[in-house]
């Protein structure tokens, strides 16, 4: 992929998860990390344009949520806790202090913070669900009504400040960010069984349960306002997509994480200024940088967002109070320029593409001229001149020439029509033998009779395939033709294994009545038929189970097991158990042997440090050369055993 190509790919990523429009890809985006990354350094750029913007106290506060957002995006390292830097960011936690960590396996988020209380100095930690259940979201209409954080515990500094807490802490965090936690994760019901559902999300129980309570322990229970959001996300899952696209729930942290920070240090009305002040500056820096890679529906669609934005703020600064009302009209004092130009130059860009559209569809039509030349009025013939004048001048004659007719080769026409011709007879003969018994007349027993129609409906319905489509005369007959040999199928089967009439054939004789049968002899078919369904339906005594039903108690796999087999199957269950349970004890021995390896790999992991880019100003993390993440990347072998479906019918459905 080109370099213009993966920056315009990575726009149309940002795109789709900040602004959520009505078109989505129905995949999972491929490097996630990568746009958790690129997410943040929008954030941080939105940051550098209000610290420069501001004046006074306003320069440090923008600082401040600028070096929060740093620290997020060291600590939130390829979509992992980095131990290292989580500790150093731990004992450096100032009095204004705010760490916003992303534990993407657990589907948590972790917000950390100082605070002084009654209880003099603590340290919060305020835990919640990073993405919603799958069916929450298309459950719901519009957006979730969801309140954070969905717990808090307040930890007294001095345990904190504890280097022994600290490591545990992180080494708890980091781990939970690499491993998953099959008990926690989503599980659906397939054949029977449960099984790991990984297209959905994960119970985020492992922090905001087994944590939060280990660190209650230590402190105590925290009782905090709450921030009420409108969580808006999506479900796309198209064909041959393993998973679903569902909005990053990185960018969901980020936000509560932000706007609790603001909140806290400034009060519930500048708080929420300021964060949507941070949102809107992130929307119009991104319209401005994505000009030139997003079509100019999604521009539209963007700039319409911004201004939606912007006007919701112009509403909020006229229900403010006086004193909040001043910080508005500073806001927008400074940045109402900015906007406007962004505004006005996305407006610009997609008059100018759909003024190249036009340009490029618009025929040119030429000027006609007022007066023709007397040479444009004269039709030369300059090609027809010759056989013009060889006419002229052969004389006619009248000559009594005896016409013979043409001889036609009549087999030209058969060899186009023959194959047509050849298809219709082989159905017209088919549904002959059917109508007079002969189709399956070579078969000896009940088990042949079965088989022989079994291929019989097959080849036939591949004989037919289309030919009848358009037709309800002829699909009437074909309808006719299979249930005739189904009728001789289901015959046999009832003979061979009466337990068959105990179940519904799964036909109702009433929904043949719309057949539109041209003979008369295709109508006493039809009621010869029907007349077997009707006694179908009285032998089972009306029921609707059916031998295709789910496996539930006195389904068809339990009956035939228990009542008709003579222990064949009881034998090759025990030996398919038998060979399951073998296979299980040796993966089990393999699954010890890799887990105990794996335990040593996460030990030197911590062990090990990480590589930074350090110029003075910038540390930058070197994620290629780093060897401890490069063992971090190192995926686990799944291991897993088959065995037959364990469920309310053990063993009887295989």
């Known amino acids: 992929m080109s370099q213009a190509a993966a920056a315009a790919r990575l726009f149309e990523a940002q795109f789709n998860h900040l602004v959520l429009p009505a078109s989505l890809p129905h995949k999972r985006d491929f490097n996630l990390p990568r746009l958790e990354a690129a997410i943040t350094d929008r954030l941080l750029r939105a940051c550098h344009l209000l610290r420069e913007s501001a004046a006074g106290d306003s320069y440090f506060e923008w600082d401040k949520l600028r070096r929060i957002l740093l620290i997020a995006k060291a600590v939130n390292l390829d979509g992992r806790i980095e131990k290292l830097t989580l500790i150093q960011e731990f004992r450096h936690l100032e009095h204004d202090g705010f760490l916003i960590l992303h534990i993407a396996e657990q589907n948590a988020g972790l917000l950390v913070r100082r605070l002084n209380s009654d209880h003099g100095q603590e340290v919060a930690f305020e835990a919640f669900e990073a993405s919603p259940r799958s069916k929450d979201v298309l459950a719901t209409e519009t957006a979730l009504e969801w309140e954070f954080p969905g717990g808090a515990v307040a930890v007294p500094y001095t345990t904190f400040a504890n280097d022994g807490f600290q490591d545990s802490v992180a080494s708890f965090l980091q781990q939970c960010s ?23 999300t994960t119970d985020p129980a492992m922090i905001s349960s087994l944590l939060m309570t280990v660190l209650e322990a230590h402190g105590r229970r925290l009782s905090t306002p709450l921030l009420r959001k409108r969580v808006r996300d999506n479900v796309c899952w198209g ?7 569902r909005r990053l729930p990185f960018w969901l942290v980020l936000r509560v994480g932000l706007a609790r920070y ?13 964060y949507k002040l941070l949102m809107s500056v992130t929307l119009a820096q991104l319209l401005q940088d994505s000009l030139s890679h997003l079509d100019p529906q999604n521009i539209s669609t963007l700039k319409a967002k911004l201004a939606r934005r912007l006007a919701k703020l112009e509403m909020a600064k006229d ?48 000027k006609l001229t007022r007066y023709a030349h007397p040479d444009h009025l004269r039709l030369t013939l300059p090609k027809s001149s010759r056989i013009l004048h060889s006419i002229l001048n052969n004389p006619i004659v009248m000559d009594n020439v005896q016409m013979h007719p043409v001889n036609l080769d009549m087999g030209a026409a058969n060899q186009n029509m023959r194959p047509l011709a050849t298809h219709c007879f082989s159905l017209a003969q088919f549904e002959m033998d059917v109508e007079q018994g002969h189709a399956i007349a070579g078969a000896s027993t009940l088990s042949d009779v079965c088989m022989e129609a079994h291929r019989k409906i097959d ?21 006719l033709t299979v249930m005739d040999l189904w009728v001789t199928l289901d015959r046999a089967a009832t003979r061979l294994f009466g337990l068959l009439l105990a179940f519904s054939p799964g036909i109702s004789p009433e929904a043949l009545d ?19 369904l009707r006694l179908r339906q009285e032998k089972s005594k009306f029921t609707k189970e059916t031998i295709f039903d789910n496996l539930h108690p006195g389904c068809f796999a339990e009956r035939y097991y228990d009542e008709l087999d003579t222990g064949t199957l009881p034998e090759l269950h025990e030996r398919i158990e038998h060979a399951a349970e073998k296979a299980r004890q040796r993966k089990e021995e393999e699954f010890e042997g890799l887990s105990e390896e794996f335990e040593n790999l996460l030990q030197r992991i911590a062990e090990m440090s990480c590589v930074y880019f350090d110029d003075g100003f910038l540390r930058e993390h070197d994620s290629k050369r780093c060897t401890r993440w490069n063992h971090i990347r190192l995926d686990n072998q799944v291991i897993s055993w088959n065995s037959l479906p364990q469920g309310l019918v053990p063993g009887q459905s295989g």
């Open 178 to 200: 690499i491993e998953s936690i099959k008990r926690f994760a989503a599980r659906a019901d397939k054949g029977g069984s449960s099984a790991i559902e990984t297209r959905d």
């Open 239 to 245: 064909d041959g997509a393993e998973n679903p696209w």
């Open 262 to 274: 603001l909140a806290t240090q400034h009060g519930g009305e500048i708080g929420r200024l300021r």
């Open 319 to 366: 229900r403010a109070s006086r004193p909040v009302h001043i910080h508005y009209d500073s806001a927008f004092a400074t940045l109402n320029p900015k906007f406007q130009a962004i505004l006005q130059e996305a407006n610009q860009h997609v008059e100018n593409v759909w003024g190249a559209l036009k340009g490029s569809m618009k025929r040119p039509i030429r």
């Open 459 to 479: 080849s036939y319905l591949d004989l037919v395939s289309s030919a009848y489509d358009g037709n309800p005369e002829q699909k009437s007959i074909m309808i």
């Open 514 to 532: 719309v057949l539109q049968l041209p003979h008369f002899s295709d109508m006493q078919r039809l009621q010869k038929i029907q007349s077997w």
